[in-house]
């Protein structure tokens, strides 16, 4: 029903600076919050960053300051700017969307994209 694709993902050195995006497609009516999770190597996924239609912002206490998130509503398309980069932030990162879709109305669906790689070395 509905379609998150990521792109932006990659190997960079420590210091540098990535961007990610993520468009939602599909059977659209209206998407609510929208959010980067990351998944390291034997470690639980966890929030990196969320942002609500309205443009409020919150991140992860690791990320604070070096990353920015934006969505351009519009286009269904969320941001994550990842400047500063260290080691520890490589990991995959997972877009996530919560969206009311044409089908029904009245559910929020939690949609997840498939994942793209970050590596940042040292």
């Known amino acids: 029903q509905v379609q998150l694709v990521e792109s932006g993902g990659g190997l960079v050195q420590a210091g540098g600076s990535l961007r990610l995006s993520c468009a939602a497609s599909?059977?659209?009516?209206?998407?609510?919050?929208m959010g980067w999770y990351r998944q390291a190597p034997g470690k639980q996924r966890g929030l990196v960053a969320a942002?609500?239609?309205?443009?409020?912002?919150n991140y992860a206490d690791s990320v604070q300051g070096r990353f920015t998130i934006s969505r351009d509503n519009a286009k269904n398309t969320v941001y994550l700017q990842m400047n500063s980069l260290k080691p520890e932030d490589t990991g995959v990162y997972y877009c996530?969307?919560?969206?009311?879709?044409?089908?029904?109305?009245?559910?929020?669906?939690?949609?997840w994209g498939q994942g793209t790689q970050v590596t940042v070395s040292s």
């Open positions: 942002v609500t239609s309205g443009g409020a912002a």
């Open positions: 996530n969307a919560r969206v009311v879709t044409t089908i029904n109305y009245e559910y929020q669906y939690n949609y």
């Open positions: 599909g059977n659209i009516f209206r998407v609510n919050t």
